[in-house]
C-alpha cells in the first residue's frame, strides 16, 4: 500500500463544527509491528468526536493538526504488522482506531491488534461499526460500575437510563434487560414507542414534568441511574434514589465530580460515581457474541457516505440522533 492515496475527511483547528470538515486526499498509513491496517466498511460518530473538535479535551486531543476525526470502524484486514498474531489479511474485524495516528473518516484505518475483534458473518459492517465506544460504554456501566450481573441471576434492581434512545443510551436498555432489572428510561416524545421495543418497563417523555422529575410512574426508587446525558442536576436524581443508589455519570463534568468528592466527604450513601471508558477486546468479543445470537442490535439512526461526512456530523452535533449514526466509503 505504500504511496498509494486514499480519502479522508480531516479538520485544521479548534471549533467550525460540519464547516470546518474538508475533503484530502493522503496516503495510506502502514501498520506498526502490532497494528492493523484495515480497509473501511462502515464507520460511526459519537458524541466526543465533535467535542474534541470543539476544544474539550485540549491539549490531549486533538494531538496535532490536521486530524481525522473519529474512531470506531468495521471492515476488512488488508494488512498486518510483522508481530501480529490474531489477524491475517481478509479477515472482517470492528476495532477502535488511534486518533492520533489515523481516525476513522478514512478508507483505510490503522488500530492495534488488542483493540481489534473479528466480526462474524451475522454482524454487519453498519452494526458492527457501531458497538465498540457506545455498546462497551453501556456494558462497563452496567456490569463494572453498577454490578449488575447479565444472565439474570442478580437479585431485582430498579434502574434509571436517561438519553435511552441515544447511541450509548440503546445498549444499555438492551443489555440491562438481559439482568433482573426493572428499567424506567427517558426519552423524546417521538421515541417512546422505540425504548420501550428495547425492554425497557417504564419510559418518560424528558420534557414533561414528570419526566423533568425522573420520578418512575409505578413509584420505585433507583438502585442505579445510567446517566447517558448531560445537563441533570444532581438535586434531581438524589429523591429517586433508593437508601444506597448511585448514578453512574458517562459524561462526567467539573460539577460533577465536585458532587462526587462532596458525598465522599461526607460519606453518604447516595452516591455519584463517574466513569471512563476502559477499552479492551475481551469485552467487546463478549458482546458480539450477545449481537450474533441476536440478543442485542444496533439501531441505526441514519447512514452517509464518507463524501457527506458532513451531514453526519451536524447530526451528531444535534444531539438527536436514535441510536447509531453511520458513515460508509
Known amino acids: ?11 485544521s483547528g479548534y471549533g467550525g463544527g460540519a464547516q470546518a470538515l474538508k475533503h484530502v486526499k493522503v496516503p495510506v498509513p502502514e501498520p506498526k509491528v502490532d497494528e492493523v491496517l484495515i480497509k473501511v466498511e462502515a464507520a460511526t460518530l459519537n458524541p466526543v468526536d465533535w467535542k474534541i473538535q470543539k476544544g474539550v479535551l485540549r491539549p490531549f486531543l486533538p494531538r496535532n493538526f490536521p486530524t481525522i476525526p473519529g474512531t470506531d470502524i468495521a471492515g476488512e484486514v488488508v494488512q498486518v504488522g510483522s508481530h501480529v498474531n490474531k489477524f491475517k ?11 492520533a495516528n489515523s481516525g476513522a473518516l478514512t478508507e483505510y484505518a490503522i488500530a492495534k491488534e488488542s483493540l481489534t475483534v473479528a466480526r462474524p458473518p451475522e454482524v454487519s459492517a453498519p452494526s458492527g461499526a457501531g458497538l465498540f465506544s457506545s455498546s462497551l460504554t453501556a456494558y462497563q456501566a452496567l456490569t463494572k460500575s453498577a454490578n449488575i ?11 434509571l437510563v ?8 440503546h445498549y444499555v436498555v438492551q443489555l440491562a434487560k438481559l439482568g433482573n432489572t426493572h428499567i424506567t428510561a427517558t426519552c423524546g416524545a417521538r421515541n417512546l414507542d422505540f ?21 418512575s410512574p409505578s413509584g420505585k426508587k433507583y438502585d442505579f441511574v445510567i446517566h447517558c446525558t448531560s445537563g441533570i ?20 463534568s467539573l460539577s460533577g465530580m465536585l458532587t462526587f468528592a462532596i458525598n465522599k466527604l461526607t460519606f453518604s450513601k447516595k452516591q455519584l460515581v463517574p466513569m471512563i471508558l476502559s477499552p479492551n477486546a475481551e469485552d467487546i468479543e463478549y458482546i458480539m457474541d ?11 439512526d441514519s447512514k452517509h457516505s464518507l463524501s457527506k461526512a458532513e451531514e453526519a456530523w451536524d447530526r451528531i452535533i444535534s444531539g438527536h440522533a436514535t441510536g447509531k449514526i453511520i458513515i460508509v466509503p
Do not use: C, R
Open 233 to 252: 442536576k444532581w438535586e434531581s436524581f438524589e429523591p429517586n434514589l433508593s437508601e444506597t443508589g448511585k448514578v453512574i455519570d458517562l459524561t462526567p
Open 162 to 169: 436517561t438519553a435511552a434512545s441515544g447511541g450509548v443510551g
Open 1 to 11: 500500500m505504500a504511496g498509494k492515496l486514499m480519502h479522508a475527511v480531516q479538520y
Open 89 to 99: 489479511v481478509g479477515d472482517k474485524v470492528v476495532a477502535a482506531v488511534m486518533v
Open 195 to 215: 425504548v420501550k421495543s428495547l425492554g425497557a418497563d417504564e419510559v418518560l417523555d424528558y420534557k414533561t414534568p414528570e419526566g423533568a422529575a425522573l420520578t
Open 149 to 159: 450481573k447479565l444472565d439474570g441471576t442478580d437479585e431485582k434492581k430498579n434502574i
Open 290 to 300: 450477545l449481537v450474533k445470537e441476536g440478543k442485542v442490535k444496533t439501531m441505526i
